[in-house]
Structure formats: C-alpha cells, structure tokens
C-alpha cells in the first residue's frame, strides 16, 4: 500500500473498526441474554443511565470517564476498550494487506463475527445459533459475490459448500470418535457451525487448519 494513501486512510479505518468493536460489545453482552440489541441505547449496567453522546466514543469514552461510570461510580470493565481498540487495529491490518477490494469488506465482516462469537464462548460456553448460522449464510453470500467479480460463480460457490459441508462433517466424526472413546459428545453443534461458517468464508483448507 502506498504510504500517503496508508496515513491518510488508516485513521478513518481506525476509528471505523473501533465502533464496529463498541457494537460488537453490546452484541456480546446483550446476545446470551436474549436482549434487544437497539433498544434500550448504551447505559450503565448498574444504575441505568443512559450513556452520554462523548460517553458513547469508542475507547476514549473509556478514558474520559477513567472506567467508572460517571453518575454511581460504578467501574466499567476494561474489556470494553480493548475490544474496541482490537477490533480497530485488526481492520486496519486487513486493510492494509487488502487495500481497497472486497476482501477487505468481506474480511471485515468475518472477523466482527469471530470476535463476537469468541467473547461470548468464553462468557458463557457457548455459540449462539443466530450468529454462526448468520455468518454461515454470509459466508456464502460473500462467495457468490466474489465469483461473480470474478467471472467464476460455480467454483466461488462451490468453495464456500465445499468448506462449509467439510466443517460439519469433521466435527460429526469428531464426536463419533468422542462417543465411542468417551460416550460423550466431544462438541456442541455451535463448534460444528463455526467450522462451516469459517469453511464458507475461506474455503475448505481452512476448516482442516
């Protein structure tokens, strides 16, 4: 990437993933709960007030309010900046490999989606449905997109069923060799899921990676 296009647009890039990251902190909150993820606005989960326009700026926010909320004092956990300033950082390096192209839209959206669905695994042991099915149907979306950009939709699409369609497999046998060693399922249908939503998106190489 030409270093003046890189200093002009790599700010802007920044400061886009970084709110992408404060939705994607509202998403990995409110997801579990079965809350909606518009309604109530941004607000401290204490005392319920309902966040502020410069409260609400990604990571610095954070620092202005020195992580505690500004009306009960409440602290605000550190995590929200950092997933913030991550998510930010990682869209720059995206853009910075891809410049401007679809991967680097595409890649953008395939990395919110892992962000989020790591988070909240960790939270809570689990990946809800609704973000790895939905990333599996974009995952393909995103193939058939490319193909057709490229001139070459049957083998952009057959890349994405391919990846998709070896991610479930590979866990199906998984856990048959888990219930014949064990008697136990070794992954939950999340798992599954996620390796067909990641074999969607990068085809079948990457699910065996």
């Known amino acids: 990437m030409d270093l003046l296009i890189a200093v002009i647009t790599l700010p802007f890039?920044?400061?886009?993933?970084?709110?992408?990251?404060?939705?994607?902190?509202?998403?990995?909150?409110?997801?579990?709960?079965?809350?909606?993820?518009?309604?109530?606005?941004?607000?401290?989960?204490?005392?319920h007030h309902r966040l502020g326009k410069t409260e609400n700026v990604p990571v610095l926010g954070w620092l202005w309010l020195r992580g505690r909320c500004r009306w009960c004092r409440t602290r605000i956990s550190m995590r929200y900046p950092l997933v913030e300033?991550?998510?930010?950082?990682?869209?720059c390096l995206i853009f910075w490999q891809f410049n401007f192209s679809l991967n680097t839209v595409g890649y953008w959206i395939l990395s919110s989606w892992l962000i989020a669905l790591s988070l909240i695994d960790f939270d809570t042991m689990t990946l809800?449905?609704?973000?790895?099915?939905?990333?599996?149907?974009?995952?393909?979306?995103?193939?058939?997109?490319?193909?057709?950009?490229?001139?070459?939709?049957?083998?952009?699409?057959m890349m994405g069923i391919g990846g998709a369609v070896l991610g479930i497999w590979l866990f199906d046998l998984i856990n048959l060799g888990s219930i014949f060693l064990l008697g136990q399922l070794g992954m939950g249908d999340g798992d599954s899921y996620l390796a067909a939503m990641i074999g969607a998106w990068l085809g079948w190489k990457a699910v065996l990676i």
């Open 13 to 47: 890039v920044l400061a886009f993933g970084a709110s992408v990251g404060s939705f994607l902190n509202v998403v990995i909150y409110r997801l579990p709960e079965g809350l909606s993820l518009v309604h109530p606005p941004s607000r401290c989960p204490k005392c």
């Open 128 to 157: 809800p449905g609704k973000l790895t099915k939905s990333g599996l149907v974009l995952g393909l979306v995103f193939q058939l997109i490319k193909g057709w950009y490229g001139g070459n939709i049957p083998d952009a699409l």
């Open 85 to 91: 300033a991550a998510t930010g950082l990682i869209f």
